[in-house]
């Protein structure tokens, strides 16, 4: 199993709302991540978690929260969101924190925040 | 801090025809360099990957790329395309240790495959 599964593929929200991201691997890897995709535009990365510890965070507003509930699981918290969050979020694991490995991608959620 | 630049935004190919697209890197350490590609409301595959050893890589899909680091590049080859090829190629790099593991994306080539 070399898959990275995200749910849901699609949200809307409202600014008021609160939702969560969810991601999931099976691969046996230790080190996950959250990414941000605007159209047309490359990755950039959020958060970093690794051995389940946040390793780092780039400088993110607090509307989003990580959470690492075990190896396999990470998820991403929403709250009070603005439409220029809308986005496509993806998820990708690693099997470690290091520059050698490669990283596997999930198949992103569609945010749009209404 | 690493960084990658690719310069074109779009190449427009015809089918069956070879494709080159151009990746350029700059780093003050070592450096690893990936490409991937995303196909439309998808997330990113692997396509290959230069760690170290060979600077000729060979990955998924028919698709090579060669190291030279006289010229810091990294260019994506195939010597015939495929309508289903059509997708964004990210180039990207990561460095070795502390932030610099952190993998860092070209703004992406969109390859047009027409018929």
């Known amino acids: 199993d070399t898959e990275v599964t995200q749910t849901p593929k699609h949200l809307v929200m409202g600014m008021t709302n609160k939702k969560s991201l969810k991601c999931e691997q099976h691969?046996?890897?230790?080190?996950m991540y959250w990414y941000k995709q605007k159209a047309k535009k490359p990755p950039e990365l959020m958060f970093v978690?690794?051995?389940?510890?946040?390793?780092i965070n780039e400088s993110v507003p607090s509307r989003f929260s990580p959470e690492c509930p075990n190896s396999s699981l990470l998820n991403l918290h929403l709250h009070a969101l603005q439409p220029e969050d809308s986005a496509l979020y993806l998820c990708?694991?690693?099997?470690?924190?290091?520059?050698?490995?490669?990283?596997?991608f999930g198949q992103g959620t569609r945010l749009t925040v209404v | 801090a690493q960084s990658v630049t690719q310069l074109d935004s779009q190449v427009p190919v015809f089918e069956e025809a070879p494709v080159e697209l151009r990746c350029n890197y700059s780093s003050s350490v070592s450096v690893y360099l990936f490409w991937y590609v995303q196909y439309p409301n998808q997330g990113l595959q692997l396509l290959l990957k230069y760690l170290s050893g060979s600077t000729l890589v060979k990955g998924i899909n028919g698709f090579e790329a060669e190291f030279n680091k006289s010229q810091t590049s990294f260019h994506l080859r195939k010597p015939s395309v495929h309508i289903s090829d059509t997708a964004e190629y990210f180039c990207a790099v990561s460095g070795s240790g502390g932030a610099t593991n952190k993998l860092i994306f070209g703004t992406g080539t969109l390859l047009a495959v027409q018929p």
């Open positions: 978690y690794s051995y389940e510890k946040l390793s």
């Open positions: 691969m046996g890897h230790r080190a």
């Open positions: 990708a694991s690693s099997q470690g924190w290091g520059a050698r490995t490669e990283a596997f």
